[in-house]
């Protein structure tokens, strides 16, 4: 048993106003992308690409539609789960030193992949367990991640040029943090 594997996961945490900024520690970074490319995969296809985004211009823009979708998003809730959600940040986006874009090939090993031939959604869900191998990994290196989960596919395809048939699965804000919270906030703020 690996006590410190149990802390790591008890510690992580979905980070939203917890980033410090400041520029990325590439050896750190490497070290979690590494971690994250380790991760199973079925048929040993490893259909996750990952762009690490730190322009500021393209952040900005990802920043304006996540919160045009969490304007759309709070418009259609009564009156109680407005008043819980308002307060809740939703992302980090401009905040952590980067953003992580992770993608999944539905093609990745070609057609007649073991596992996937009945069971294609498992790329997808290799593409997950590589996106929580990277929050665990940043999680060690002291590090958060926030995962953005208010944008609408399409867009972030378009904004940063991935072409089809890879899908965008993930936007995580990555990067240094003053701490990572006790209480989980939606578990804080329910």
């Known amino acids: 048993m690996s006590p410190d594997l149990y802390d790591v996961i008890a510690r992580r945490r979905d980070v939203r106003t917890e980033f410090v900024g400041g520029p990325l520690d590439e050896d750190v970074l490497w070290r979690v992308l590494g971690a994250a490319h380790r991760a199973p995969s079925v048929g040993l296809t490893q259909p996750w690409d990952f762009v690490v985004v730190q322009d500021r211009a393209v952040r900005t823009r990802f920043a304006a539609h996540v919160e045009q979708q969490r304007r759309a998003f709070a418009a259609g809730l009564d009156a109680e789960r407005a008043r819980r ?5 939703v992302q980090g986006i401009l905040d952590a030193a980067a953003g992580i874009v992770v993608t999944s090939d539905p093609e990745r090993g070609g057609p007649q992949v073991l596992g996937a031939a009945t069971i294609p959604d498992t790329l997808l869900y290799s593409t997950c367990l590589a996106v929580q191998n990277l929050w665990l990994a940043a999680t060690a290196e002291g590090w958060g991640v926030g995962w953005v989960s208010f944008y609408r596919e399409p867009f972030l395809r378009g904004l940063l040029g991935i072409p089809a048939p890879l899908r965008p699965v993930a936007w995580l804000c990555v990067g240094p943090v003053s701490h990572l ?9 329910a």
């Open 85 to 89: 959600f308002g307060p809740i940040a």
């Open 181 to 189: 919270e006790e209480v989980p906030d939606l578990e804080r703020h």
